[in-house]
Structure formats: C-alpha cells, structure tokens
C-alpha cells in the first residue's frame, strides 16, 4: 500500500497542507478501494464516514433533476477529493458519484480530516480556498449554461476535457466520453449532443475514431458560436 507522505496525488489537494504527523495517520488508517466503469462510489443522499481521494482513473459527480436525467455536475481526476464538503458541513451528499472508468480511492475516515482541521490553520485555510474555487466553478457553470448555446457548451467540454485530462501519443483525448456523458454534462439531449459532434466533424474541427475524439482546431473550436 502507497504511503500518503510519498503520494504524488496528495499534492494535488488540500491533504498537501497537512503536518508529517498527520499525514502518517491518515496514512495509517486509510483504505483501498477499487471500482469497476459504472460503479456507484456513493448516492445522493448519503450520509459519508470519510472522504474519497482519487488516485487513479475518473470519477464524474451526478444530480437527479426533476425529470429524472442525470445532469453530470464535475468530473474529478488524479488527486482530487470526493465528499469533502459534505463531511465539513456535516450534511448528507447532494451528489452521487459514479466511477466513468475503472478507478481507484483512497478512502479517509471522517476525523482524520475533522481534527487537523480544528488544529491545522494552513490545512483550514487550504479546504476553504478550495471550496471557494468549487463555489465560482458552479456559478460559471450556471452562467454558461444561461448564456452560452448548447454547440459552445459541448466546444467548452471538449476543451476541458483537453486541459484537464490531456491526450494520447496520437492525439486523442485521454478521457474518453460517451455521447451520453456529453449530453449530461452539456444538459442537452443525447441526439442533439451527437449531432453537434458530427458537425464539428464535419466543420474540421475535431475527428473521430470511435468514441475517441481528437480536437483537430483549438482556436477555432474556441469561437463557436
């Protein structure tokens, strides 16, 4: 089992902050958890013991609208955390989180984070810049999803996806979506996703090869209206 002080996964969250000493508990108590493309990590609804941090694959965080669709909220990678904030604000999760491909967790029970953030004021601080990030990331997404047309919004995930997850030796994106997982992030129909992709197929602005997409025109991709 990988020791948290030499993760490099750590690095990329607020577990980064904390002491030695810390570190050396939470890795002392902490679990391994695999799961397979599909796999529900935890429900909307649910009351957590711990917190989730993502050492290998991708984790896609869900709401249940009204409707009863999906609409995928965040896509969370290497070294990110799941459930934190609902085991700051001590609430059940208004969130599921469903594993996109296969991934594996590190679990951490739920007072190895609640102490150092009582006692650790660097450790405090971190949590809070990172929540307040999480915070203006939603409000763009309701903006842009006020303002912005469903064709730049599937321009905007595919350029994320880019940024964020990076590409293959030949180009393609890493993180390979379904055009259901398109649409539900967009918040648009599955059809309307496809067709959207195919035009931009068409406009040579990506290609395909399967499910697996390659961008072909940063720039131009960028200035879809």
Do not use: W
């Amino acid at each position: 089992m990988s020791k948290c002080e030499h993760c490099i996964s750590r690095q990329l969250n607020s577990m980064k902050s904390l002491t030695k000493e810390e570190l050396k508990r939470v890795s002392d108590c902490k679990t391994t958890k695999f799961y397979k493309k599909g796999d529900i990590i935890f429900d909307e609804g649910e009351s957590l013991s711990g917190v989730f941090c993502v050492r290998h694959g991708v984790a896609k965080l869900t709401k249940l609208s009204a409707n009863g669709n999906d609409q995928t909220v965040k896509l969370l990678g290497k070294g990110e955390l799941l459930g934190q904030r609902s085991i700051i604000s001590d609430e059940r999760t208004n969130l599921s989180a469903i594993a996109l491909n296969d991934i594996e967790l590190c679990f951490v029970p739920k007072d190895q984070i609640i102490e150092p953030l009582q006692k650790n004021q660097v450790f405090s601080f971190d949590v809070l810049q990172n929540l307040a990030k999480d915070l203006r990331g939603a409000e763009g997404d309701l903006i842009d999803m006020a303002q912005k047309s469903v064709k730049q919004r599937v321009a905007q995930v595919l350029i994320y996806v880019e940024k964020e997850f990076g590409v293959d030796e030949k180009g393609y994106l890493n993180l390979v979506l379904s055009r259901d997982d398109y649409a539900n992030i967009v918040g648009t129909a599955t059809e309307s996703a496809i067709r959207i992709i195919s035009q931009f197929k068409k406009d040579h602005l990506i290609s395909t090869q399967g499910k697996q997409i390659k961008i072909e025109n940063l720039q131009k991709l960028k200035l879809v209206e």
